[in-house]
């Protein structure tokens, strides 16, 4: 049974940075691709970045220039970089690893709140 955990959230005001660590409990190289998604009260999960194998990136337009996905292989961790906060990005944020022909793992979330 593969495992996510998350780390790092919590309430941070605007303009601040927050680091969100996401462990897998086997290796990342298993994956093909990593990512962060985010789902605030009332709307969708949507994509936040995306890690590919090839070390790729993709980032939605709203965090560009703001957030950076990253990993420790060595840790099994992958890693995103929040600086530049905004009330908008209050949400619950989740890990996400994709394989071949099989559904994508997800973590458990971790909540992130933007406020003065």
């Known amino acids: 049974q593969v495992q996510l955990v998350e780390s790092g959230g919590g309430l941070v005001q605007p303009g601040g940075s927050l680091r969100l660590s996401c462990a897998a409990s086997i290796s990342i190289f298993s994956f093909n691709a990593l990512g962060w998604y985010r789902q605030a009260p009332g709307k969708e999960r949507e994509m936040v970045a995306v890690l590919n194998r090839d070390s790729s990136t993709n980032y939605a337009d709203s965090v560009k220039g703001r957030f950076t996905i990253s990993r420790d292989n060595a840790k099994n961790t992958v890693y995103l970089q929040m600086n530049s906060l905004k009330p908008e990005d209050t949400a619950v944020y989740y890990c996400?690893?994709?394989?071949?022909?099989?559904?994508?793992?997800w973590g458990q979330g971790t909540q992130v709140t933007v406020s003065s």
């Open positions: 996400n690893a994709k394989v071949v022909y099989l559904p994508p793992y």
